[in-house]
């Protein structure tokens, strides 16, 4: 080894690379020597948090991965499913918190194209895209100026290279203030005989690096996302990247004609860690080694270090594993769309990450000490006690009436309408969006067959932050619901864990609980989870963000034309409930805004009686006996009758016997109307649909009751609440508006 | 009959537009930027999309593309060339269509159902249609703000060229209540020999009532009666 200094590491050079003390003496022991310093950075960014999964990795091998449907689970780049017909639905969610804290546009849009080359990596067409949001309060500059920032980073990577986004969701609670998140999920189809992974086998086989040059944007990125954020986080703004959707949808097209080519044995896109990331790991999944040589890099800018270019982590750049001969008529097919390749490495037949630069070699590492040899973590200490949960003082509450907070609900940013965000986002290309964002999942066609893919991210932090485990099997219940509201099955999960510094017992328990929770929930509903992705350390100054559980769903229906929405349709029609109902205040939205606080115990979760509310809406559905089906989700029964009004843009009169003589919402009208009880639908049809109907919902044991009807221009609840229409429309589509 | 499609670096309409030219029944070719043969086709779409990234004004690049020579000299020739989207930025940056599409008045990109009202009927691409006819057209873009000088504005009113003004649902003037502050509310114009149309509404999602409408059919259906009535070559319709 020459040219390269052998350093005996500082805790300075350690906090550079964010390896800890121990971390490192293990790497001296397994290698038998001191790390160069290249090395020493190589090590730091594979056995970042972000790339080695050290914290939750042994945590999150009790999720339920297998299914009928299931064709890749964990492990590459993203899950895949068998749909039918021959095809497979690829997808993923994926993190892009630390680079949208500090750089709003650049961090959204580059998690955009991160998730996309996630996709179309495994040979798959992305025909979705869907972004589940969380900010602080929208009233404070600051977070409005994130909350732009991401949306229109988004809408302009998305927009630009022309797939649809099509849903997600969007919280702001005080949790977030200092750390954001942006959770963007992709899903794509491809033909099962042309899924691609990204495995490197055959020694000797070329390595092309193809897309953009190599700059010195986005070094350390992996590691900068795996520590707690700071007052000099700012300073990092050179390690977000910077995004170039149009060089992105070429690097697409080319990619996905060499979909299923016998020349491609593999690809694999450039991510976090970059060239090292992505090197070591195709050659790691196929039990072999790999020689980089960065001087065949093509660089953006001169006098990059060896260093700089393996950590560098500028966008819209892939890998493509062939033979010798087949290099360069493939190098013509990228030639077609002015990309640019390279051939960088070399296929080993021994498990070694060799790096050089032109005759120099500068690095030479075990490649399972490198990509499998990070220290796991434990827990931290033992579960904290927790205290038992404060008891919300309901006295509190302003003395709202019925209408008032009804209005107050809808018109506050976590209830109020979205359009305002997905407007300026292109839902329709592609020509197979057949239910629009806006009411609980969203649904593509899949061309060239009657099936439908129903999407939908959920997962609700007020409840995990009172009960990990408990509010991550209601993100599962929620995201499967949002599904079968359309009528499509759940088919699969894909889940982003969000959570503080797990160095904190309680943090690391939590993270424990919630994992625990999707594992109960996903094994009861039978949903298996297929991809993920966890983001730790969403923690600055000491202050962390509440245990955030996404759970990406995608249900499949067979045949697209019997789908159904969530707004009322016809006048007359009846109203209807699936599900119980229960005073269940604690943890709601009105108990966020009426008493300002987050107390007590979730909503309660019967996950058997969940699985038979599924089954018997689906049924509902494809009996063709209903014309809406609405989740009964934050704000409670009022509040989903009301969106359902709003959605068809028609009144309704209803009546619930629970409400009793119980005038004004302290003496319990308030739990009736907002609060949330699981498993629950409110749904419309045909007064001859009736007596079918509680057959159905008979035989399933759920719970069915009429409540009144469809029809008219008001909202109204017997003896209760009665407002317009118009009122209700102005309240909610002008809950994200910007007020002076 | 046969429509080329434009796929320039960055278009992404094309495979919509094929999809809406097969439903309609007509076979659908693909024109490479690079090449120069139309391929015989009847009538060329520019399809939507971010042409060669539009980093610079929307179209400004495409216009240099060796397929627009073909295409400057296919409208010369009295074909027919429908810009929809980015093909319309593409048609005034080529000259082939006066004026200009800028930001949207908001500073926000639009994707959104909007009504179209037909405003001639003097067109291979309207004349199905009756004069007055609502649309109903979904838009999607950030840069779609009609604008020209008065006097063009004036001219292309006086010469009956405006294809379709952005309406309310109800069919009554917009009066400025458009998705991008278009002048006038214009939505798309043709060329002085009315061969040539630029709209910023996309007609292809808007073929079939799943995906909301069936609207846009109606335009592509024109397209093939007015080229099975007269040969490949519309006759230049008199203004």
Same mark, same amino acid.
């Given at each position: 080894?020459?040219?390269?200094?052998?350093?005996?590491?500082?805790?300075?050079?350690?906090?550079?690379?964010?390896?800890? #003390?121990?971390?490192?003496?293990?790497?001296?022991?397994?290698?038998?020597?001191?790390?160069?310093?290249?090395?020493?950075?190589?090590?730091?960014?594979?056995?970042?948090?972000?790339?080695?999964?050290? !914290?939750?990795?042994?945590?999150?091998? !009790?999720?339920? !991965?297998?299914?009928?449907?299931?064709?890749?689970?964990?492990?590459?780049?993203?899950?895949? +499913?068998?749909?039918?017909?021959?095809?497979?639905?690829?997808?993923?969610?994926?993190?892009?918190?630390?680079?949208?804290?500090?750089?709003?546009?650049?961090?959204?849009?580059?998690?955009?194209?991160?998730?996309?080359?996630?996709?179309?990596?495994?040979?798959?067409r992305p025909i979705a895209l869907l972004d589940s949001l969380r900010f602080g309060p929208l009233d404070e500059p600051h977070q409005r100026h994130l909350f732009d920032g991401v949306v229109a980073g988004i809408g302009g990577y998305g927009n630009c290279i022309g797939v649809p986004t099509v849903g997600g969701e969007l919280y702001f609670d005080e949790s977030y203030r200092t750390n954001c998140l942006v959770n963007a999920m992709c899903v794509g189809i491809v033909e099962q005989g042309k899924l691609t992974r990204a495995t490197a086998s055959g020694p000797g086989?070329?390595? @092309? @690096?193809?897309?953009?040059?190599?700059?010195?944007?986005?070094?350390?990125?992996?590691?900068?996302?795996?520590?707690?954020?700071?007052?000099?986080?700012?300073?990092?703004?050179?390690?977000?990247?910077?995004?170039?959707?149009?060089?992105?949808?070429? @690097?697409m097209e080319a990619c996905l004609e060499l979909a299923g080519d016998p020349r491609v044995v593999a690809m694999q896109d450039l991510g976090a860690a970059g060239l090292c990331g992505s090197t070591a790991e195709l050659a790691h999944r196929g039990?072999?080694?790999?020689?980089?040589?960065?001087?065949?890099?093509?660089?953006?800018?001169?006098?990059?270090?060896?260093?700089?270019?393996?950590?560098?982590?500028?966008?819209?750049?892939?890998? +493509?594993?062939?033979?010798?001969?087949?290099?360069?008529?493939?190098?013509?097919?990228?030639? $077609?769309?002015?990309?640019?390749?390279?051939?960088?490495?070399v296929i080993l037949p021994e498990q070694r990450f060799v790096v050089r630069d032109g005759t120099d070699q500068v690095c030479d590492l075990p490649l399972?000490?490198?990509?499998?040899?990070?220290?796991?973590?434990?827990?931290?200490?033992?579960?904290?006690?927790?205290?038992k949960p404060a008891v919300a003082d309901a006295a509190a509450a302003p003395s709202w009436t019925p209408d008032e907070a009804l209005l107050a609900l809808l018109g506050s940013p976590n209830l109020g309408s979205r359009k305002g965000v997905y407007r300026r986002y292109d839902h329709q290309v592609g020509d197979a969006t057949v239910i629009l964002p806006g009411g609980d999942a969203a649904m593509v066609r899949v061309d060239g067959t009657t099936l439908g893919l129903a999407l939908a991210t959920d997962g609700n932090s007020r409840y995990t932050a009172l009960d990990a485990r408990h509010g991550a099997m209601i993100a599962v219940c929620e995201a499967a619901r949002n599904v079968v509201a359309t009528?499509?099955?759940? /088919?699969?999960?894909?889940?982003?864990?969000?959570? /503080?510094?797990?160095?904190?017992?309680?943090?690391?328990?939590?993270?424990?609980? /919630?994992?625990?929770?999707?594992?109960?929930?996903?094994?009861?509903?039978?949903?298996?989870?297929?991809?993920?992705?966890?983001?730790?350390?969403?923690?600055?100054?000491?202050?962390?963000?509440?245990?955030?559980?996404?759970?990406?769903?995608?249900?499949?229906?067979?045949?697209?034309?019997?789908?159904?929405?969530?707004?009322?349709?016809?006048?007359?029609?009846?109203?209807?409930?699936?599900?119980?109902?229960?005073?269940?205040?604690?943890?709601?939205?009105?108990?966020?805004?009426?008493?300002?606080?987050?107390?007590?115990?979730?909503?309660?979760?019967?996950?058997?009686?969940? #699985?038979?509310?599924?089954?018997?809406?689906?049924?509902?559905?494809?009996?063709?006996?209903?014309?809406?089906?609405?989740?009964?989700?934050e704000g409670g029964l009022a509040i989903a009758i009301a969106e359902s009004c709003l959605l068809g843009d028609i009144g309704a009169s209803v009546e619930i016997d629970e409400l009793g003589d119980a005038k004004g919402l302290i003496n319990g009208a308030a739990g009736i109307l907002f609060g949330e009880s699981q498993s629950r639908f409110v749904i419309s049809f045909a007064r001859e649909a009736l007596v079918r109907l509680h057959e159905l919902a008979g035989r399933h044991s759920v719970p069915l009751r009429g409540l009144g009807s469809v029809g008219g221009e008001r909202v109204c609840v017997t003896q209760c609440i009665d407002v317009s229409l118009a009122d209700v429309r102005c309240a909610h589509e002008g809950a994200l508006i910007e007020r002076e | 009959m046969r429509f080329g499609i434009a796929v320039f670096p960055g278009t992404w309409s094309d495979r919509d537009c094929k999809h809406a030219v097969e439903l309609a029944g007509h076979e659908a070719v693909m024109l490479w930027h690079k090449d120069r043969d139309l391929q015989g086709s009847d009538c060329v779409i520019l399809p939507g999309g971010f042409s060669y990234g539009d980093y610079l004004r929307a179209g400004a690049v495409a216009r240099f593309a060796p397929l627009m020579e073909s295409v400057i000299e296919f409208a010369d020739a009295d074909g027919l060339v429908w810009g929809v989207c980015n093909g319309f930025q593409i048609l005034c940056e080529a000259h082939l269509l006066p004026g200009a599409l800028t930001r949207n008045s908001s500073l926000e990109f639009r994707c959104a159902p909007t009504w179209l009202r037909v405003e001639t009927v003097d067109?291979?691409?309207?004349?199905?249609?009756?004069?007055?006819?609502?649309?109903?057209?979904?838009?999607?873009?950030?840069?779609?703000?009609?604008?020209?000088?008065?006097?063009?504005?004036?001219? @292309?009113?006086?010469?009956? $060229?405006?294809?379709? $003004?952005?309406? #309310?649902?109800?069919?009554?003037?917009?009066?400025?209540? !458009?998705?991008?502050?278009?002048? $006038?509310?214009?939505?798309?114009?043709?060329?002085?020999? #009315?061969?040539?149309?630029?709209?910023?509404?996309?007609?292809?999602?808007a073929c079939e009532p799943m995906l909301g409408s069936s609207d846009g059919m109606r335009l592509f259906s024109n397209v093939a009666n007015s080229v099975s009535c007269t040969g490949a070559m519309p006759v230049a319709a008199v203004s």
């Open positions: 080894m020459t040219s390269v200094e052998i350093v005996v590491a500082s805790d300075a050079d350690l906090a550079e690379v964010a390896l800890t #003390r121990a971390e490192y003496v293990h790497l001296v022991d397994s290698l038998g020597r001191e790390p160069n310093r290249l090395e020493l950075g190589i090590v730091g960014a594979l056995w970042s948090e972000h790339c080695s999964y050290k !914290t939750s990795k042994p945590l999150l091998g !009790t999720l339920p !991965t297998k299914g009928p449907r299931v064709l890749q689970g964990p492990g590459e780049n993203a899950g895949a +499913i068998d749909i039918g017909h021959g095809l497979a639905c690829v997808f993923k969610i994926e993190s892009h918190n630390h680079p949208s804290a500090i750089e709003p546009y650049q961090g959204a849009a580059t998690g955009v194209g991160g998730i996309l080359r996630d996709i179309f990596t495994m040979g798959a086989n070329l390595v @092309l @690096l193809v897309g953009a040059d190599t700059g010195r944007d986005g070094i350390h990125g992996a590691s900068f996302a795996s520590v707690v954020l700071d007052a000099g986080s700012a300073a990092r703004r050179p390690a977000v990247q910077v995004g170039n959707p149009f060089l992105e949808k070429c @690097l039990g072999c080694g790999i020689e980089v040589d960065v001087a065949r890099a093509s660089r953006r800018e001169t006098g990059m270090t060896p260093y700089e270019v393996m950590l560098s982590e500028s966008q819209e750049r892939m890998l +493509i594993v062939a033979k010798p001969e087949d290099v360069r008529s493939l190098q013509a097919v990228f030639e $077609r769309w002015d990309l640019h390749s390279d051939v960088v490495a399972d000490l490198l990509v499998d040899g990070a220290p796991l973590r434990g827990a931290p200490g033992p579960p904290p006690d927790r205290p009528g499509a099955k759940p /088919a699969a999960v894909t889940n982003c864990l969000n959570f /503080a510094n797990p160095e904190h017992a309680d943090v690391w328990w939590n993270l424990y609980d /919630a994992i625990d929770g999707i594992s109960a929930a996903c094994t009861a509903l039978d949903i298996p989870v297929v991809s993920g992705n966890v983001s730790l350390y969403n923690d600055t100054g000491g202050t962390g963000i509440d245990p955030t559980v996404v759970i990406g769903m995608v249900g499949v229906i067979n045949d697209v034309a019997g789908r159904c929405t969530a707004g009322f349709r016809d006048e007359g029609d009846v109203v209807g409930l699936v599900g119980p109902v229960a005073a269940e205040l604690d943890g709601s939205e009105y108990q966020r805004i009426a008493v300002g606080v987050n107390a007590g115990s979730p909503p309660h979760l019967d996950i058997d009686l969940e #699985r038979r509310v599924h089954a018997f809406v689906i049924e509902a559905i494809e009996a063709d006996l209903l014309h809406s089906a609405h989740d009964c989700a | 067109t291979a691409f309207t004349g199905g249609c009756a004069r007055g006819d609502v649309l109903q057209v979904p838009v999607s873009h950030g840069e779609g703000r009609y604008v020209a000088d008065e006097e063009t504005l004036d001219m @292309l009113e006086r010469e009956d $060229r405006v294809a379709f $003004r952005y309406v #309310r649902r109800d069919g009554s003037a917009a009066e400025g209540e !458009t998705p991008n502050g278009s002048m $006038r509310d214009i939505a798309g114009i043709v060329n002085e020999r #009315r061969n040539v149309l630029g709209m910023m509404p996309h007609p292809e999602r």
